[in-house]
């Protein structure tokens, strides 16, 4: 199994992680699909979004795979008046990753990171490996510190 920038990330700050590998379907990339193909709980299974704020530019939102995020909500975390999802054609020339395998660890820049309070009800998460088919499993506290990310209720 190759490893990702994200893996590499994650060896560098000695936080244990494992890498899970899926098959992908290029006509589904939910994060359901994923779960069902991989066999993981969906309510362990966060997916990554990137948004951009209207006073602080862009930032990182792991919310539940399953759910949608809350703009509102997530523009009040990042102390912004209002927020929206980025467009598709910006997200791999900003972060360098594409839809269906962006993780919020090794993107191009450092960019604010939110976690939804709701990832800290499991003792470990999947997220993006960085490409697709492939997951890291680790605890939510490991992901926030990695990250340096924030708690929010953003969903």
Same mark, same amino acid.
């Given at each position: 199994m190759k490893k990702t920038n994200a893996a590499r990330i994650l060896d560098r700050l000695k936080i244990h992680y494992e890498l899970i590998e899926y098959v992908v379907?290029? @006509?589904?990339l939910s994060a359901i699909h994923l779960a069902e193909t991989a066999? =993981? *709980? =969906?309510?362990?299974?966060? %997916? &990554? #979004?990137?948004?951009?704020?209207d006073k602080n530019g862009y930032i990182v939102c792991?919310? *539940?795979g399953g759910e949608e995020i809350d703009l509102k909500?997530?523009? =009040?975390a990042s102390s912004n008046k209002k927020v929206a999802?980025?467009?598709? %054609?910006?997200l791999e020339p900003l972060t360098g990753y594409?839809?269906?395998?962006? @993780? *919020?660890l090794g993107m191009k820049k450092p960019f604010p990171v939110f976690i939804d309070e709701s990832a800290f009800n499991h003792a470990l998460i999947y997220? @993006?490996?960085g490409v697709r088919g492939m997951q890291l499993r680790l605890s *939510? &506290?490991? #992901?926030? =510190?990695?990250?340096?990310?924030?708690?929010?209720?953003? &969903?």
């Open positions: 379907d290029e @006509s589904d066999g =993981i *709980p =969906i309510i362990q299974v966060y %997916k &990554t #979004l990137v948004l951009e704020g792991i919310i *539940p909500k997530a523009a =009040i999802m980025l467009k598709l %054609k910006e594409i839809r269906g395998g962006c @993780s *919020p997220i @993006s490996a *939510p &506290t490991d #992901l926030l =510190i990695a990250c340096n990310a924030k708690k929010g209720a953003i &969903t």
